[in-house]
């Protein structure tokens, strides 16, 4: 059974950066797609970014287009989501899910099979 730990959530003033490490453990990630997805308080969950199986396609929400990268370490069964420019309605609870389609590419939210428990990222001065 897979599953997914998100890390490196935190309080940041706007214009600063992290790094939202999401660890796999119980199988290979290699295997899966990998959405960040995030919830502000008040909102419904949103698509952030996603990677294909292989790491060679990406998607991104047209909101941190620009901003924000994401990337797979297949090696470290790890999938890392780079936040440059946080703005204040970056502020959310963000989440990992993993997804198995037989196209290795990006699926839409409900295709996602295992999620994450969350870390927060708050951006305020």
């Known amino acids: 059974q897979l599953q997914l730990v998100e890390s490196g959530g935190g309080l940041v003033q706007p214009g600063g950066s992290l790094r939202l490490s999401c660890a796999a453990s119980?199988?290979?990630?290699?295997?899966?797609?990998i959405g960040w997805f995030r919830q502000a308080p008040g909102k419904e969950r949103e698509g952030v970014s996603c990677?294909?199986?292989?790491?060679?396609?990406?998607a991104y929400a047209d909101s941190v287009k620009g901003r924000f990268t994401i990337s797979r370490d297949n090696a470290k069964n790890t999938v890392y989501l780079q936040m440059n420019s946080l703005k204040p309605e970056d502020t959310a609870i963000y989440y990992c899910?993993?997804?198995?389609?037989?196209?290795?590419?990006?699926?839409?939210?409900?295709?996602?099979?295992?999620w994450g428990q969350g870390t927060q990222v708050t951006v305020s001065s």
């Open positions: 899910a993993a997804a198995r389609p037989l196209t290795g590419m990006c699926v839409p939210t409900s295709g996602y099979d295992y």
């Open positions: 119980g199988s290979t990630l290699n295997y899966y797609v």
């Open positions: 990677i294909s199986r292989s790491g060679g396609s990406t």
